[in-house]
């Protein structure tokens, strides 16, 4: 033990990652589905070895890797943060800003009523609310504070001990109230309501964990006899005949020569056509009149699969079976997934599709570049980042923060450095999700910003406020734990009433909705687990965003409404 101590006493980073990995060990443990994760796990882990040794923290270090963080959560949830706000899904934004500020209401009203320090008021927020990042913009908030450094340290350890009480039942609480007691109240049966929600929206059921073996798109190339009912007609008419499944001819072989193949081009008997679409459509050709060929020739076409951004005022709004039907413009393209706010969405032929959706089509190249160009930009894959944008957004942005000073009563408080960055972040992501060259981070760098900066600042934090963990906890451990209980649960209530009974939401939406709201994916894994069905993903993508950005702020606003 005092070779360990020595040890970290002399050199405090190795004590970070150590709190980081095992924070990512014990958060990877689950007891029926329920786990603290990584970032809780950091900050447990924090806590214990600071119990035990006095580890030196730098601050400055502290606040870059939460920068970082900061920025990366701003981008990634830019795009649909904005979305929310102007598109067609106006329920989801309100929902989204309701169930956040019912959570910031409750723990004002609980921290006048307990008369709890600012501290334990920040963790109270973040633990109860389950958005770690409010630590930091509470922590910052409270280090702007007219007062002495050593009380700003004490306040700052309390946010600690109050987070990883709260979280306990915060966690627990978003994953019970999503999955069992709030279907009990809306009077629903889960998988009944996955199940017509799916046929609502078009959606194919499978097994879970069974995929078919079969490719779902190909391309094959046939030999047509005298009495295929194709010969003699244009490729416009034979497509026409399939166009609620969408099957396209290709290419030609006639006479040894390859042609090309236009809308008026009609078909021979001799002909070998090599035809795109998914496999059941294509085995349509198969009925005694075609005979498949091997010609790699003829099959050696380019095909590519791209993601693409979805920003054509012309196609927001539109169902996925609407934009099929635009047979021309999107002949010989295929939609694979759809991923709005880096969640996968359920395709179905009824899928509503909104700004800012990524959309993976796969075809013929000529062809979906083509669709790629009208439905909006192409996110080609980088794996370099730009770090002038990087450098310069978070440097811009802890400025603007810095310097943008609102009055509150007598005094002049800065929003603060992190949340001047996360504003940043928010406009860099939005602008390059319509122009993706436009401070391109790639998804790499972006996870390890969002993972690595959070979990190693809260593992700092834990360092620090280990010495007085023991000490806070026996002195208002039950009264944060109760009050954290209360925080978790009335935004839940609230947004179930608000969402049902004012906005009108489907029931197995909103319940993912509820989740989206307190940032908690585990509640949303739940209520697709008890409803069998992928379809709540549609509500949590609605409201997470707002969740992200809103509760992270209430850390800054909560000090203001408290001092």
Known sequence: MDFLGNLLQRYPELAVFLAIGLGYWVGGFKIRGVGFGPVTGSLLAGLLIGYFFLIPVSDTAKQVLFLLFMFGIGYSVGPSFFRGMKDGGWRWAVLGVVIPVAGLLTAWALALLL????????????????????????????????????????????????????????????????SSLGPKLLRVDLKAEGARLEQAYGIQRQKAGVASAWRKFDLRAYLLQPDHPAVGHSVALVESRYAPDRMFVERIRRDGSLLAVEPTTVLRAGDVVAVSGKSEVILKWLDGHAVEQADRELLDIPSAMYDVVLSNPALVGKTVAQIAEQAQEVRGVFLRDIRRNGVQIPVGSKTVLL???????????????RVAERMGSIVRELNA??????????????????????????MHIAIGSSVGTLILGLLVGWRNSARPLFGRISHGALEFMKSIGLAGFVAMIGLKAGPVFVQALQEVGLTIFLAGIVVTMVPQFVGLLFGRYVLKLEPLLLLG????????????????????????????????????ILITTWGTVIVWLLY
């Open 385 to 410: 980042t730009d770090f002038v944008a990087l450098g310069f957004g978070i440097f811009v942005g802890a400025v603007v923060g810095t310097s943008l000073v609102l009055p509150i009563g007598s």
């Open 513 to 548: 909705a509820l989740a989206g709201a307190q940032t908690m994916t585990a509640g949303l894994a739940a209520v697709q687990e008890k409803s069998q069905s992928p379809v709540a993903v549609i509500g949590y993508s609605g409201t997470v965003a707002f969740g992200h």
């Open 355 to 369: 700004r800012g959706d990524v959309l993976s089509i796969v075809g013929l190249e000529p062809a979906v570049e």
């Open 115 to 178: 008369k709890l320090e600012l501290g334990y008021a920040v963790g109270l927020i973040s633990g109860g609310l389950t958005e770690s990042p409010a630590i930091g913009t509470g922590s910052e908030a409270i280090r702007n504070l007219p007062i002495g450094a050593a009380e700003k340290d004490r306040l700052i350890s309390q946010i600690a001990v109050a987070d990883a009480l709260c979280y306990i039942f915060g966690t627990f609480g978003i994953i019970w109230f999503c």
